[in-house]
């Protein structure tokens, strides 16, 4: 298995892009990572870039698909980001999102920490999505509001995880490694992404795309469509996994 990668990060309606994504490839592993950042003038910029750089370097000198090395991976990150809220007053409040996929020729595993999310595609449907880590989504899953409500809903931005918060820093880490096939897809986005693009229309750009560059595209497009004025920087990896 090969996997075609392609990657967008727009500022949006905003002054400055506070997300970031990047991905490191070591043979037979490859890892991918998207950060949305939060907190004060240039603190989200920081705190994601950090997250970012901070897992693909561990992966790199320490290149392991489980989930003992997803925690270790997103450890590092957030102790470097502490380190820098110590060094530099300044960015004491800086926080971030992450979601992390690394994946070889058969298999893949994830973990993410708030509310940027991993789609995985097969048969051009979604089979899994991660769960947000903020208040909306323990909404829905107490039954207050529905699903669509999360997108708009006024507590979006209330993150009940990130990294960068001193504590407990619980990640989700999926335990086992998922198969992959010739055929299937990934999708890692923020949630400037993802408010603006809705898991069907996910699947019919899908449907209409023959390399990632084009789905982000048809998905970017309607984004550009929908947003007005200082709406949110959106980000998002797009894969396609190849025999």
């Known amino acids: 298995m090969k996997y075609i990668t392609a990657t967008l990060s727009n500022v949006g309606g905003r002054s400055e892009n506070q997300d970031y994504c990047a991905f490191v490839e070591k ?9 949305d950042g939060l907190g004060g003038h240039r603190g989200g910029e920081v705190a994601s870039r950090i997250a970012a750089q901070t897992i693909l370097d561990e ?35 800086m926080r971030t ?5 690394i994946a070889d020729h058969e298999g893949a595993i994830w973990s993410h920490v708030g509310d940027t999310r991993l789609y995985h595609f097969s048969g051009g449907r979604i089979i899994f999505q991660t769960k947000d880590h ?14 669509d409500e999360i997108r708009q809903h006024e507590d979006r931005n209330r993150l009940l995880r ?6 407990n820093l619980r990640p989700a880490v999926e335990k086992e ?6 055929g299937d897809a990934f999708l890692l986005c923020t949630d400037g992404f993802w408010e603006y693009v809705t898991e069907t229309e996910m699947e019919a750009d899908l449907a209409r795309s023959d390399t990632p560059e084009k789905w982000l595209a048809d998905m970017a497009a309607r984004i550009i469509s929908r947003a007005e004025g200082k709406y949110d920087n959106y980000t998002a990896i797009a894969l396609f996994a190849e025999k």
């Open 27 to 35: 043979s037979p592993f490859t890892c991918w990572v998207a950060a």
């Open 59 to 93: 992966f790199a000198k320490e290149p392991e698909m489980s989930a003992e090395a997803m925690v270790r991976y997103i450890k590092s990150a957030q102790d470097e980001i502490i380190r820098q809220q110590e060094e530099e007053p300044k960015l004491f409040s």
């Open 97 to 101: 999102t992450v979601v992390i996929l």
């Open 134 to 147: 903020s208040v909306p989504q323990a909404m829905f899953d107490a039954g207050d509001i529905s699903y």
């Open 162 to 167: 990130t990294l960068g918060h001193e504590g």
């Open 177 to 182: 490694s998922h198969q992959v096939q010739a």
